[in-house]
């Protein structure tokens, strides 16, 4: 009898997890999290790289069910989803200081790596990191966390942001490990996240780092909220222009930011 109960709860368990990565079942949970408040995309390495209770539970879900996809992940994201719109609408998500947040990104860094090797790869994230924090924390910025190939940091004006990343940019192109250059995508946005601890939290955080992933093959793009912030003598002295930010034909929406965001590049013109 007790060996009948254990086969029929064995079958339970094989159709439970047959359904579950079912990807037409997965699609459809995927759209039910599209009608849902919040980031629909919630879950992806940038939007839970911060701190706060419903961030963690994310990375906890994610180690635990693992990169293949099912509906029961989907599922859990959703109500975490839900659970960060919460705390961003009541103000848990809001600090009362103003920062103007950098986030860095290196272009076709984990394609490169491959083909390196560990150890070379080490070596080259070891020169990236000399080349891009020094001059952010000269302009008196604070890096909040390193990830991977990018950074998180954060800065007390605009104006020192911007500096810092095209300092960073010259001194990242004078990098070169058995005769390759990383590339740098940035992204600049000011907002008042919350600290918490040694960390940040709120949706400005995830703004600035959606604004990075527009930056394609190594631009620094920049919100308006933090461009409005930026003076005319720092543009002057390091000889940036301003150009639009057009998104690509089959570049997806961006998704978790204010309707109103609008996001330009700075680019660099050098001396005649």
């Not at 509906?71 to 994201?77: G, I, Q, T, Y």
């Not at 810092?164 to 740098?184: C, H, I, K, S, W």
Request: with cysteine.
């Amino acid at each position: 009898m007790n060996r009948d109960v254990g086969a029929a709860l064995r079958k339970v368990a094989d159709t439970a997890r047959t359904v579950n990565r079912t990807p037409r079942v997965v699609e459809m949970v995927r759209r039910v999290r599209g009608a849902l408040p919040g980031d629909p995309s919630f879950g992806d390495p940038l939007s839970t790289a911060g701190p706060g209770a419903a961030r963690m539970v994310a990375r906890v879900t994610d180690r635990l069910q693992g990169d293949t996809p099912g509906a029961s992940k989907e599922m859990s994201l959703g109500a975490l989803q839900v659970w960060q719109a919460l705390l961003e609408r009541t103000g848990r998500g809001r600090g009362e200081r103003e920062v103007t947040i950098v986030f860095t990104d290196l272009v076709g860094f984990s394609t490169w790596s491959l083909g390196a090797g560990d150890a070379t790869t080490l070596v080259l994230l070891k020169q990236v990191a000399r080349a891009v924090e020094r001059p952010m924390l000269d302009r008196g910025g604070h890096i909040v966390k390193r990830l991977g190939d990018g950074l998180m940091a954060v800065f007390p004006s605009a104006d020192n942001a911007v500096r810092a990343v095209f300092e960073a940019q010259a001194a990242l192109a004078r990098v070169d490990v058995n005769g390759y250059t990383p590339r740098m995508r940035v992204g600049i946005h000011t907002g008042c996240p919350r600290a918490v601890g040694s960390d940040w939290l709120g949706v400005d955080v995830t703004v600035a780092a959606r604004v990075m992933q527009t930056g394609a093959d190594g631009n620094v793009m920049i919100s308006n909220t933090a461009m409005d912030l930026v003076s005319p003598q720092v543009l002057d002295a390091a000889q940036l222009s301003v150009k639009p930010y057009r998104r690509g034909l089959f570049s997806p929406k961006l998704t978790g930011v204010p309707e109103d965001l609008r996001i330009v590049r700075l680019v660099q013109t050098p001396e005649r």
